[in-house]
C-alpha cells in the first residue's frame, strides 16, 4: 500500500510485530484502527501526530481514517508500509465540503512513494483512504501531524471563481 511520509519526520524507521500490532520505533504511541473502516461513515478517527496501526491483508480491502483540522495547517500525512509499496493511486485524500459530499484532493501510490508533504490544508473534515490493491499490503502504520497552522491562509482561492 502507500506511505506517506513527511519531510520534516523523516527517520530510520524499523516496523515489528506484536501482539499490539504493529509498532513503529521513533515514531509516537501507536493505537490501532477500529474495524470495521472500510467506509467514510465507518472511519476510524485520527489523533493528529499520533501514528494508527492498520491492516489491509485481503483482495478489495480498503481502511478509511477521518481527521479534523479546526484551522487551516500545513500537514503531514503518511502510511508507512514494510516494504514501501503502494499502488497505484491506493492512497487518496479527501476534503469533505460543506453539503457533506466527499471531494477527492490527493490521490498516489506506487513503488517508493513517499507522500504527501508540506500540504498546506483549510480547516474542515477530512478522509484517507487506502486501498489493499490485491492484498499486497499487510500491516502500516498511519499518521497525520501538523507543521505549521500560523499565518495560512482561511480559504483556498485557486481559481476565479474562489477568490476573495
Request: net charge negative.
Amino acid at each position: 500500500m502507500g506511505r506517506l511520509l513527511g519531510a520534516a519526520l523523516l527517520m530510520s524507521l524499523a516496523w515489528t510485530a506484536g501482539a499490539g500490532g504493529v509498532q513503529a520505533e521513533g515514531l509516537s504511541t501507536a493505537y490501532s484502527e477500529v474495524e470495521p473502516n472500510n467506509s467514510f461513515d465507518a472511519a476510524t478517527k485520527l489523533t493528529l501526530g499520533t501514528t494508527c496501526a492498520g491492516d489491509v491483508s485481503y483482495e478489495n480491502d480498503v481502511d478509511y481514517y477521518s481527521f479534523v483540522l479546526d484551522k487551516p495547517a500545513e500537514v503531514n500525512i503518511r502510511v508507512v508500509t514494510h516494504d514501501n509499496y503502494a499502488g497505484s493511486d491506493s492512497v487518496r485524500l479527501y476534503m469533505e465540503d460543506a453539503k457533506g459530499n466527499k471531494r477527492l484532493i490527493a490521490s498516489e501510490g506506487a513503488i517508493g512513494f513517499t507522500g504527501f508533504s508540506s500540504m498546506t490544508l483549510p480547516g474542515g473534515t477530512y478522509y484517507l483512504y487506502l486501498d489493499c490493491y490485491g492484498g499486497e499490503l499487510g500491516e502500516y502504520g498511519v499518521e497525520v501531524s501538523i507543521l505549521n497552522s500560523s499565518n495560512i491562509e482561511e480559504e483556498w482561492n485557486d481559481t476565479p471563481e474562489q477568490a476573495n
